[in-house]
């Protein structure tokens, strides 16, 4: 049972082209996160979602936007896709942060594998 | 700002044996801490998530540690498997943000 769905898996795009991945829940999570992953990296975070709440990282090019219609759904959005921003994308939900709630943990989806010709 | 290492960066050994990963962190003021597998070109896969008042979690063949005084944690596998092999990361959520800090991983091979 898919709980937390991204699609699609593996996405091509053009240079400047822009593209949209798409991460839907099933577990009614509060927050939703999206990380860049490349090769033998750590996951970096973009930015996350507590309900309707937006939090962008800090060095998180403006570049990178994202919509959270709902609770299931959540976007992101790359406006031009530049060569670098070829990499793994990660979507992770959990039912609340650290901190306000004694149970917490990190669902990840597949990941959507983004390939920038 | 939380910092994370991993060490080893990479561990090779034959099937059966015990070992340990290793994971450093620099705020010893986390929330938790959660382990993540990863196998090549997926997602992460949790493995075990331990509370800041916890000293360990055991899940089968794992076992977590956590040592807040001394920023470590430590993933323990026994009886390796080949089937275990995959990277293996760790997340520390701390401070303000409340947001996990990731490890770049271990990558274990479990050779028969």
């Known amino acids: 049972d898919a709980m937390v769905i991204q699609n699609p898996r593996y996405q091509v795009t053009q240079f400047g082209k822009p593209v949209t991945l798409s991460c839907s829940q099933t577990l009614n999570h509060n927050v939703m996160y999206w990380y860049q992953q490349k090769s033998s990296q750590a996951p970096k975070l973009l930015f996350h979602y507590y309900d309707k709440d937006f939090n962008n990282e800090a060095d998180t090019p403006d570049n990178f936007q994202s919509r959270r219609p709902n609770t299931s759904f959540c976007f992101l959005d790359i406006r031009s896709p530049g060569l670098g921003d070829a990499a793994m994308y990660l979507c992770?939900?959990?039912?609340?942060?650290?901190?306000?709630?004694?149970?917490?943990?990190?669902?990840f989806g597949p990941g959507t594998r983004l390939t920038v010709t | 700002k939380q910092e994370v290492t991993q060490i080893p960066a990479a561990l090779s050994v034959p099937e059966g044996e015990n070992l340990v990963l290793n994971c450093s962190f620099t705020?010893?003021?986390?929330?938790?801490l959660q382990w993540f597998r990863q196998d090549p070109g997926k997602g992460l896969t949790s493995l075990l998530l331990?509370?800041?008042?916890?000293r360990e979690q055991t899940s089968g063949r794992l076992n977590a540690s956590l040592d807040k005084s001394s920023g470590r944690s430590t993933l323990y596998i026994a009886a390796s498997q080949p089937g275990d092999s995959a990277t293996y990361l760790c997340?520390?959520?701390?401070?303000?943000?409340?947001?996990?800090?990731f490890g770049r991983g271990t990558s274990l091979i479990v050779h028969p």
């Open positions: 331990i509370q800041s008042s916890q």
């Open positions: 705020d010893s003021a986390i929330y938790n």
């Open positions: 997340a520390a959520a701390s401070g303000g943000s409340y947001i996990p800090t």
């Open positions: 992770a939900t959990s039912r609340d942060l650290p901190g306000l709630a004694t149970s917490y943990e990190q669902y």
